[in-house]
C-alpha cells in the first residue's frame, strides 16, 4: 500500500533501457505541470548512482518537482554504485529488500497532487528489489499511466516492440516516447511512423510532444477508462487541450 495519499494522477516512468534519458523526460513532464499550475510529487523508489558524475535522478526530479531529493528517494535507497539497486545493495553489504519494502516507503503528499510521478531504475525488465522488476512494481503500483521512454535513433523498433509486448502481456496502459527526437533526423521521423503504423500511441519527446502529452494526462477525462491494452493498441488519450 502507498500511504496514506495517492495523487489524483499517477504515472510511471520506465524505460526500455538505461540511460535512455526516463529522468529528463519525467523532469520535462513534472516541469511543464508545474508552469501550468498543476501540483505534482515526483518518487524514484530507490536509486543507484556513480558520485561524482553529476546530480542523481532523485536530485534533478526533486529540482523539477519542487521538493527535497529525500522526500523524492528515501536516504535509505541511496546506493553509490552503478548496478540495479538490489544488487547494489548486496555489493555494498546492506540489507536485501523486497518489493514490498519499496511500496510501504511511498509517501505522498497531503492533500492529494494532481500528478504523481514514480520514475524506476534502469530498463523494464531491471530488478528493483530481490523480489521484483519493473513490470511487477507497476504491477503492483496499478498506475493510470506508463510512459515508457526509449531513445529515437538504431534499435528503437525493437526495443520499444519486445517491452510494449511486456506491458500488454501485465495489461497496463501505457505510452511510448521517443527521447531526443529530431524531427529533420530521417531515422528517428522512420522510427516514428513505423511504430505508430504498429498501431502504438508513440510521442516525438521535443518540447512540443512532451507539452501535448502533459497536457493530455491532466484533461478531465483522461484516465477516465481504457480499453484493456492489445498487442498494436495503446490506450487512446483524449485530444490535447489547447495552449491558452
Not at 28 to 47: H, M, T, Y
Not at 199 to 215: C, H, K, R, S, T
Request: net charge negative; glycine share 8%; hydrophobic share 45%.
Amino acid at each position: 500500500m502507498t500511504g496514506p495519499v495517492r495523487p489524483d494522477r499517477l504515472v510511471m516512468v520506465a524505460g526500455t533501457a538505461t540511460e535512455i534519458g526516463k529522468t529528463w523526460v519525467a523532469a520535462g513532464l513534472l516541469e511543464i505541470w508545474r508552469d501550468n499550475g498543476f501540483s505534482v510529487a515526483a518518487r524514484k523508489p530507490a536509486q543507484s548512482f556513480t558520485p561524482g558524475e553529476g546530480p542523481s535522478d532523485a536530485e534533478v526530479l526533486a529540482r523539477a518537482s519542487s521538493e527535497s531529493p529525500e522526500a523524492v528517494c528515501p536516504p535509505g535507497r541511496w546506493y553509490p554504485v552503478a548496478l540495479a539497486p538490489p544488487m547494489a545493495a548486496r555489493r555494498l553489504g546492506l540489507a536485501a529488500f523486497t518489493l514490498g519494502h519499496l511500496i510501504d516507503e511511498l509517501r505522498w503528499p497531503a492533500p492529494a497532487a494532481a500528478v504523481g510521478v514514480v520514475e524506476t531504475a534502469g530498463g523494464l525488465r531491471s530488478p528493483q528489489a530481490e523480489d521484483g522488476d519493473v513490470l511487477d512494481l507497476a504491477e503492483a503500483l496499478a498506475p493510470d499511466l506508463v510512459i515508457l521512454v526509449a531513445d529515437a535513433g538504431l534499435g528503437a523498433i525493437n526495443a520499444v516492440r519486445l517491452s510494449t509486448d511486456a506491458l500488454v502481456g501485465r495489461k497496463l496502459p501505457f505510452v511510448v516516447v521517443l527521447n531526443r527526437y529530431d524531427p529533420a533526423h530521417a531515422l528517428h521521423a522512420e522510427n516514428l511512423h513505423w511504430l505508430r503504423h504498429d498501431g502504438l500511441e508513440v510521442v516525438a519527446g521535443d518540447a512540443e510532444g512532451l507539452y501535448q502529452l502533459a497536457m493530455r494526462i491532466t484533461a478531465p477525462q483522461a484516465m477516465a477508462a481504457h480499453d484493456q491494452p492489445r498487442r498494436t493498441s495503446s490506450p487512446k488519450l483524449p485530444p490535447a487541450a489547447k495552449r491558452s
